[in-house]
């Protein structure tokens, strides 16, 4: 059974940093593109990141602050998140569409098909 799920989040100060951790089952990693997604209450869903076996973006509003790392031993992707705000305040998913040798050139959130359950992420003071 494929499977997604998101770890890390909870609740965190301003200016503080968390570690998400998105762990597959069911499929390796190694050559799949995962995808990270933000929805915040009230907002539309947010493309955060992309990272494949052999490129990554960040969107550019989120780069410096947020990074993504691959740890294929754990069969898991991580999104680093620095200096967080309470306007990060939102639900993250990791995401993927099993095609295997993509590209982030050409990763767009439609071509998300297997999504995990997200996880709460909540900057408040």
């Known amino acids: 059974q494929v499977q997604l799920v998101e770890s890390g989040g909870g609740l965190v100060q301003p200016g503080g940093s968390l570690r998400l951790s998105c762990a597959a089952s069911g499929f390796t990693l190694d050559y799949y593109i995962i995808g990270w997604f933000r929805q915040a209450p009230g907002k539309e869903r947010e493309e955060i990141s992309c990272?494949?076996?052999?490129?990554?973006k960040i969107v550019e509003s989120m780069k410096g602050r947020f990074t993504t790392s691959r740890d294929n031993a754990k069969n898991a992707v991580h999104l680093q998140l620095n200096n967080l705000k309470p306007e990060d305040k939102a639900v993250y998913y990791c995401?993927?569409?099993?095609?295997?040798?993509?590209?982030?050139?050409?990763?767009?959130?439609?071509?998300?098909?297997?999504w995990g359950p997200g996880i709460q992420v909540t900057v408040s003071s």
């Open positions: 990272s494949s076996n052999s490129d990554s």
């Open positions: 995401a993927t569409d099993l095609l295997p040798l993509e590209s982030c050139r050409s990763w767009a959130e439609s071509r998300a098909e297997y």
